[in-house]
């Protein structure tokens, strides 16, 4: 039996809100599907992957596709199981983690879930300032703050829905996607040599390592939590055939989108290998010294210029979908709903901090390291997503049918056991050389006991679903508990204030507060006077604004009391909340009435977010009435 959809939705503002419709034609059902993964492939293209594609290619030529391939592969596997959790319980990986591990565990790995999302994002930030300033000359220091706009962006598109979203980052997709087949077609690899990159080999120690680096960057712990979130945006039956059918079309998904992130990266490598191995220039390793060295090898200014509009798509891409992971780790592991905006320039403040710093205190010089920071940092995430979400795929207790077979589990902790030894040996040998440096003695007794708790924690997440035989604890809803008796309390209110703008919406308003009236309450109308005069002296203010909007409130309570309401005409001044709040307390209203003209995005900087900042001023009912 399938397990229902709990009330704390995975991404709930856009749960379920793609309906795969049992009628209509065939094909419009199947790529109603289509979409998640997309979001997902963006994340094996991001900048931090460029530099190891760069170096495989220059350093070793074709010779490292089959890695690409393998990683490929790997990706394939694990976010195919990340699917399979959210299509058939209806969880994102970190509900399902809520309900397993202990508060406290809970909570350090949704630290690290954040710390590892901050990283990604820190990649993306600084792929995409390398791109604008390979493109237009701004200073990296410049390009870096200017990426905080993104924000509106990402709003934007919150608001214009989940279809429109991967419209977006499809067309970002293939901009990468054309830029780099114009790039290939501009090299002209051999096809014959290509091929050899397939059959694997390593040529020496140096090309293992940057095996490692391709593999052990190659699956986003946060790529896992946001897969298994998105494709709860898809509604469809849940019985045993219409999972079936998910189970099969988002396999498609993944594999055309997964398919299609390998043949970006294998161009990076195969662009790397023509331009530059075959040039000699071996010791290509870092993205702005590649966009330099393209147009003298080429002969061409349309390839650096291309390179780095795929750079910008490619950062562009991966910080969107970012902050859809974010969302999905702060809800699921503490239930915790904030505006997506806020999050958003959360994330990217915490990722453009450590960029500012370093550019402005040693400049452009460390700018390489700070992307390989992030790829370690990414790393030591990987085994939190990777080690829970094998046990929860695995049980029949919560899967039913659609637990993963025998062979599949096997096949998966080989390559968990695989991912992790590559990350571990990666992060070691960075320790060993820092070690080796001469650091000091207190830097090296933290990282000691840093590494060991990591490994206690790592052992933890293995140890405790095998403990409890996947039981999941009955932990309080987001909702709470339905009461066994319900009760009603229906207020009579006594007094409502009226909050109007003296507009042709001002009517509405007071229609919409009549309505909530008995036959004895008393209205208080309030309207803040906000010239440059009344803002100065207060009540003192004697211009004409003022004099006309005591005209204005005269005719309104006039106009009322004729009609036979108890009602009284109150101006405020200087600031307009602190102003509303105060009356309203002052004369001891039971309820609020205010109009909303809806303003969104950037119109709530401009024109202020009134009712936002009201609503935490008083603690009685606020009526919002749109205008």
Known sequence: M????????????????????????????????????????????????????????????????????????????????????????????????????????????YLLAEVAIAACDLAEVLGMAIGINLLTGLPLLGGVALTVLDTFLFLLLQRLGMRKLEAFILALIAVIGVSFLVEILMVRPRVGEVLTGFIPRLPNHEALYIAVGIVGAT????????????????????????????????????????????????????????AFFKTGRTDVGEIQQAYKLLAPLLGTKLAPLLFAIALIASGQSSTVTGTLAGQIVMEGYLRLRINPWLRRLLTRLVAIVPALVVLWIYGDQEINQLIVLSQVILSLQLGFAVIPLIHF????????????????????????????????????????DYFHSGAPF?????????????????????????????????????????????????????????????????????????????????????????????????????????KEDERRMAVYVDFLRTRGYRVQGLLGYRNRVNEIVRLVKEYKAD????????????????HGATIDAVRHGIAIPLLVVNV
């Open 219 to 274: 699956v986003m712990p946060h790529n896992l939590y946001l897969h298994s979130a998105l494709v709860q945006t898809r509604k469809f039956a849940r019985d045993i055939p219409g999972v079936k059918q998910a189970l099969k079309w988002n396999m498609w998904d993944s594999t055309i989108a997964l398919n299609l992130a390998f043949l970006v990266n294998a161009a990076i490598l195969v662009l790397a290998a023509t």
């Open 393 to 432: 795929v695995s049980d029949r207790a919560s899967m039913g049918p659609f637990a993963i077979r025998r062979r599949t589990q096997l096949f998966a902790w080989v390559v968990a056991a695989v991912l992790l030894y590559l990350n571990l040996a990666m992060v070691f040998g960075l320790v060993t």
């Open 591 to 606: 309820m609020l009435v205010m109009g909303a003209h809806r303003h969104a995005g950037l119109q709530d900087f401009i």
């Open 2 to 109: 399938i397990n229902k959809i709990h009330e704390d939705a995975s991404l709930s503002n856009v749960h379920a809100s793609v309906n795969i419709s049992e009628k209509g034609r065939s094909w419009k059902r199947v790529f109603a599907f289509f979409g998640p993964a997309y979001l997902v492939s963006v994340g094996y293209m991001d900048p931090g992957n460029w530099a190891t594609d760069l170096a495989g290619g220059s350093q070793f030529g074709y010779t490292l596709i089959w890695v690409l391939l393998l990683s490929n592969v790997i990706a394939l596997l694990l976010q195919g199981l990340s699917a399979r959790l959210g299509i058939v319980r209806g969880r994102d990986l970190a509900q399902a983690n809520r309900e397993v591990y202990p508060r406290s565990v809970n909570l350090v790995l």
């Open 442 to 546: 207190g830097w090296k007794a933290l990282i000691v006991v840093g590494i060991a708790g990591y490994l206690f924690l790592l052992a933890y997440t293995v140890y405790l679903p095998l403990r409890l035989r996947y039981r999941m604890q009955n932990l309080p809803r987001i909702h709470g508990d339905i009461q066994p008796e319900l009760t009603l309390d229906i207020p009579h209110y006594q007094t409502i204030s009226i909050a109007l703008e003296f507009s042709g919406s001002d009517m509405r308003i007071i229609s919409h507060a009549l309505g909530q009236a008995g036959p004895h309450t008393e209205f208080i109308l309030i309207h803040i006077v906000e010239s440059a005069s009344a803002r100065m002296l207060g009540a003192h203010t004697f211009d004409e604004e003022s």
